[in-house]
């Protein structure tokens, strides 16, 4: 998933619930329904062993998905940024959090 992908994306959800370690986002109807489980797998190459981001679960019903992240690689603050309202910090958040979940730091 492109950064600008993930920029595009973040306009179209809210965080339900983020405790450090699990994030819930909130998504449009309209997203949920044109996203679907196959586009979500382009989040697979970020999780999984020696990644920050241990997985993710899609729920279409409540058009909501979790995110489950190592908070101690991960900070919540730069979690809540990336999805909070504004857009500049949004931007720099990114900017640091790439870097430490790319497919590429998970092999470091």
Same mark, same amino acid.
């Given at each position: ?33 044109? +996203?679907?489980?196959?586009?979500? %797998?382009? &989040?697979? #190459? !970020?999780?999984?062993?020696?990644? $920050?981001?241990?997985?993710? @679960? +899609?729920?279409?019903?409540?058009? %909501?998905? &979790?995110? #489950? !992240?190592?908070?101690?690689?991960? $900070?919540?603050?730069?979690? @809540? ?28």
């Amino acid at each position: 998933m492109s950064s600008d992908s993930l920029m595009a994306l973040r306009r179209y959800v809210t965080i339900a619930h983020h405790i450090p370690g699990r994030l819930r986002l909130r998504f449009n109807n309209k997203l949920i329904a044109a +996203l679907g489980k196959t586009k979500l %797998s382009a &989040l697979d #190459e !970020y999780c999984g062993p020696g990644s $920050s981001l241990r997985g993710y @679960s +899609l729920n279409a019903a409540t058009g %909501s998905l &979790l995110l #489950e !992240y190592d908070a101690k690689r991960l $900070s919540p603050d730069l979690i @809540s940024q990336l999805f909070g309202d504004d857009d500049a910090k949004a931007d720099l958040a990114l900017a640091e959090l790439l870097p430490i979940i790319s497919p590429s730091a998970a092999k470091e």
